[in-house]
């Protein structure tokens, strides 16, 4: 214990400076009245700008070794230091990322289908709340899919999920996912699928690009970031579409196979930090791409 001795007194306040309140902080959509341990979390995945570029390597969950994801420690080596989060499984977390890892994890705990099973879309919890802690995650990931046969089963999870992170202040975001079926990626019906999600207490939402991208981040009182879909043809595709999804209110992209299965994967990483952080245009982040690849 410190000696008592020559201790000062506490001093008045009319001797001190006028008390900070403190800034507001950075604007997180929805979070302004959330607990210290919960808004600390979000905090770390998004940025002092509001804004974020997730990297998810999850697909091995459903898909297996996909392409260029075979060996993740290896795919995920030059790209983490332009990642403001990591989302992954439990077990490639532990068999292949550093637990030295700066990067705040995003956690997939839904699964349990495969592409050889008769329904992606029927899906449950995979991952208990005591190893989502055990493992220090930021956030985790659920997959909910509305408008299958699976949505009430799906829905009930995200539900039961919400209620037990929330005891420990871990933020759940919800995946509005559609497997292959392409034409239910529509403004209607992804803005009804986030708003869904935002009811039954998601803090992130992570969804698809499409026309009419802004009636999707309008109806949703949380934020939204974009998920990469198909695999585009071309690099200023994907500058495209994420520079006007962050246009009509995105504060961020999830973006897998359109960066790691990429030539250059940390040029892409790069680009789009521009894109999403600086404010680039598509135009600009294409032409900072070709300059990193030519000088990788």
């Given at each position: 214990m410190a000696d008592a001795e020559g201790l000062l007194e506490a001093r008045r306040a009319a001797d001190m400076a006028a008390e900070q309140k403190g800034g507001p902080g950075k604007r997180i959509k929805g979070a302004d009245h959330l607990g210290w341990g919960m808004r600390n979390r979000l905090s770390r995945l998004i940025r002092a700008d509001g804004h974020c570029q997730f990297l998810p390597i999850d697909h091995g969950y459903f898909q297996g070794p996909t392409r260029c994801l075979e060996r993740?420690?290896?795919?995920?080596?030059?790209l983490v230091p332009y990642a403001d989060g990591l989302f992954v499984t439990r077990g490639v977390l532990r068999?292949?990322?550093?637990?030295?890892?700066?990067?705040?994890?995003?956690?997939?705990?839904s699964g349990g289908t495969s592409v050889v099973g008769k329904d992606l879309a029927d899906e449950v919890l995979t991952t208990s709340v005591d190893e989502m802690v055990r493992l220090n995650v930021a956030a985790v990931g659920i997959s909910i899919f509305v408008g299958s046969d699976y949505e009430k089963q799906t829905l009930e999870s995200l539900a039961l999920l919400v209620d037990e992170c929330e005891a420990y202040g871990i933020p759940v975001m919800a995946v509005t996912a559609v497997g292959k079926e392409l034409e239910k990626r529509t403004a209607r019906y992804l803005a009804l699928s986030c708003r869904i999600a935002a009811e039954l207490g998601a803090r992130i939402v992570k969804t698809y690009y499409c026309e009419e991208f802004d009636r999707v981040t309008n109806g949703c009182p949380v934020p939204v970031v974009i998920a990469g879909g198909p695999r585009c043809e071309?690099?200023?595709?994907?500058?495209?579409?994420?520079?006007?999804?962050?246009?009509?209110?995105?504060?961020?992209?999830?973006?897998?196979?359109?960066v790691w299965q990429n030539p250059h994967p940390a040029a892409m990483m790069r680009a789009l930090n521009a894109v999403i952080h600086e404010g680039a245009t598509p135009a600009q982040a294409f032409d900072l791409f070709n300059t990193l690849k030519q000088a990788a």
């Open positions: 993740p420690a290896e795919t995920i080596r030059d068999a292949a990322v550093d637990p030295d890892l700066e990067t705040p994890v995003i956690l997939r705990v071309t690099e200023l595709e994907v500058f495209e579409f994420v520079y006007d999804g962050m246009q009509k209110g995105a504060i961020g992209v999830n973006l897998g196979r359109n």
